[in-house]
T-cell receptor, first 117, second 112 residues
């Protein structure tokens, strides 16, 4: 099946630094990728919808200046957590949908665990 | 505000019996629903979906039922197998776009 790769899988950083997480679709093109955040024992919370070649669409309550999303190509989206703080520590996961499908075939990366010290 | 809810965080079922996982939603704009399965240290994988024009969709041991008036869907697994032990998320998508909103998940344990 389709594969979505996320990197890094784990990252520890100091407060105030920025961290970039990459999401790549390895064997299909994705005009749309999604970024989620998961708190312990809570749902996957949709943060933003990343559209290739255009600005991301952020969900209500998500700071777009803090969580910068770039979808530079049909196979790569990046999430940059700027000026990270301990409360940004979380599990971030991306998903991608092959072009022109709404069958539910969302493919997920394995997630990136961010720890901000 | 949680638009998709799974009120049972965990469920234990004996092997061979039926597992029933429930999901409720609040947004009447949702018209497409999915179930995902997640093993530890892996991303969720798609399991089964249902459109609002149907009330039932079946795929092997997995059946999803949709009750639009109650804004409720359920996933039935029968017979349950130990390999089904995982966290199950339901997700919903509005007819206005292709975003998916997830429930909090239900951890299913199938006891051999």
């Amino acid at each position: 099946g389709a594969v979505v790769s996320q990197h890094p899988s784990r990252v520890i950083c100091k407060s105030g630094t920025s961290v970039k997480i990459e999401c790549r679709s390895l064997d299909f093109q994705a005009t749309t990728m999604f970024w989620y955040r998961q708190f312990p024992k809570q749902s996957l919370m949709l943060m933003a919808t990343s559209n290739e070649g255009s600005k991301a669409t952020y969900e209500q309550g998500v700071e777009k200046d803090k969580f910068l999303i770039n979808h530079a190509s049909l196979t790569l989206s990046t999430l940059t957590v700027t000026s990270a703080h301990p409360e940004d520590s979380s599990f971030y996961i991306c998903s991608a949908s092959p072009v022109n499908t709404r069958t539910g075939e969302l493919f997920f990366g394995e997630g990136s665990r961010l720890t901000v010290l | 505000d949680q638009q998709v809810k799974q009120n049972s965080p965990s469920l234990s079922v004996q092997e061979g019996r039926i597992s029933i996982l429930n999901c409720d939603y609040t947004n009447s704009m949702f018209d497409y629903f999915l179930w995902y399965k997640k093993y530890p240290a892996e991303g969720p994988t798609f399991l089964i979906s249902i459109s609002s024009i149907k009330d039932k969709n079946e795929d092997g041991r997995f059946t999803v039922f949709l009750n639009k008036s109650a804004k409720h869907l359920s996933l039935h697994i029968v017979p349950s197998q130990p390999g089904d032990s995982a966290v199950y998320f339901c997700a919903a998508s509005p007819n206005t776009g292709n975003q998916f909103y997830f429930g909090t998940g239900t951890s299913l344990t199938v006891i051999p």
